[in-house]
């Protein structure tokens, strides 16, 4: 009996690391609207998706400052490093990283879109939501995938 005990203790321990770690490694997307009404967490890394606002993107030496928007709200967002060679004004976007206490989103990878066509479908289901006046929810779970360092995808 003791031995069952001491097997279900140690299973359930190992249950609990394995979800601590899996949790950990989550990576949940927001949408502008959603961070601008505070649903996004704080000190904890997220995805934001939507497109680059036309004529917000200005660089600081190695550092880009842009807006991503869903069409109903606008966050900024800062990233040092290379952007992606189809990072675009007008195109869209995913940026992974952490919201900082002025409201500024630090990136710390950017995402951008692969051809003409294609949308992060995060990213177009919150735009086609904005449009239509319907709020976003839920996050949607994106990846627990390893950084690619301002690659696109």
């Known amino acids: 009996m003791a031995i069952v005990g001491a097997g279900l203790a140690v299973g359930g321990i190992a249950a609990v690391l394995i979800l601590n770690a899996f949790r950990s490694n989550l ?12 649903q996004a967490p704080h000190h904890r890394p997220f995805r934001i998706g939507g497109m680059v606002v036309k004529g917000s993107l200005h660089r600081d ?34 940026a992974e990283g952490e919201l900082a206490s002025d409201g500024t989103f630090r990136a710390s990878q950017v995402l951008a879109k692969h051809d003409e066509n294609y949308m992060p479908p995060e990213a177009a289901e919150a735009i086609r939501r904005a449009k239509e006046g319907r709020p976003v929810s839920t996050s949607t779970l994106v990846s627990a995938s390893p950084s690619t360092g301002g690659k696109a995808q």
């Open 61 to 94: 030496g190695a550092t880009a400052h842009f807006l991503v928007t869903d069409t109903a709200k606008s966050v900024p967002v800062t990233y040092t490093g290379l952007l992606p060679d189809l990072f675009r004004e007008g195109k869209g976007v995913v």
């Open 27 to 38: 990576v949940f997307f927001y949408t502008p609207s959603q961070v601008e009404a505070d």
